[in-house]
């Protein structure tokens, strides 16, 4: 299956009944796969939104009523988005974003890119809040951490998105769809009728009393730590005895791990780290990754987003290094075999 439609699949099957979207290149074919698809489920719905930003609104109402919802979008759509991710975030309440990147800023090109790193994990939106953010590298992967996102998004009460880009997102490989179990949450928080047995529930994201506001944001920053210590996925590859560890995430560390192979065909000691939840990010799996390398080398689809993350989270134990292409040109395995020899040299 494409990438796009394998996540659409994996959303309906894990048990996504709303779908509200807007066209944008390189995302368009999960709004037509949901167009086709959600009708032909019980209680589906499938809405082609005004814009963007009615589109995250009604994916805040229909989340509030307790179902499971989606949006999906690609990088200048996402920004539309943002002001009500910041009510979504605020409100506690779960949902799923997907971001199928392009180049930016502005308009940019319809081109893969990875550029939307700062935004995903730093300031999808105004005000104190982190979303949960996990970025796939094969169409397999995108099915599986669809699966992961809506579960994680629900028990924790935290919006996710699928951080991915239109490489992969236009990529076609096999897949297996794993027998699902829709796993269930308490949702007695949802406003989805009382039937005169209970209070009324009321999703909100305004207070007036700062103190109040102030002591709601607290109380979800421990909700925030819970998820540090519970959510973090990575993949290290060769990076045992690796002399220098590369850093790379999504598609781009596909093409890393090519360049890895060849690098140690040529006698340099060098692994592969690949962090899959971008927040949080895996921390833990990191400094193992790099604890007997001599440096680091970050490898992105940007002018290099992630590379504060990595320093920051070795504590600046290790140089790190960057390279990157950006404005939707793919770096080839040659370029960044090139960059290892440079950094490491051939034994």
Known sequence: MKGNEALAEAAVRVGCKCYFGYPITPQTEIAAYMAKRMPTIDGGVFVQAESEIAAINMVLGASASGVRAMTSSSSPGISLKSEGVSYMAGSDLPGVIVNVQRGGPGLGGIQPSQSDYWQATKSLGHGDFQILVFAPASVQEIIDLTVKAFDTSDKYRVPAMIF????????????????????????????????????????????????????????????????????????????????????????????????????????IRVGMFRPITLWPFPIQEINKAVESCKSVLCVEMSTGQMVDDVRLSINCSKLVHFFGRTGGVVPTPMEVFNKIVELGGVN
């Open 164 to 267: 991915m880009d239109g490489l992969l997102g236009q990529m076609m490989e096999p897949v297996t769809f794993p027998e699902l179990k829709h796993n269930q949450f308490d949702k007695s928080w949802a406003c989805n009728g009382h039937g005169n047995k209970r209070k009324h529930n009321i999703i909100n994201s305004l207070y007036l009393q700062a103190d109040q506001l102030e002591s709601i944001v607290l109380e979800r920053y421990k909700r925030y730590e819970t998820i540090k210590q519970e959510l973090h996925m990575a993949e290290s590859y060769l990076t045992e005895d690796a002399d220098i560890v590369v850093v790379a995430y999504g598609a781009t560390a596909r093409i890393v791990k090519s360049a890895v192979v060849k690098a140690r065909s040529n006698g």
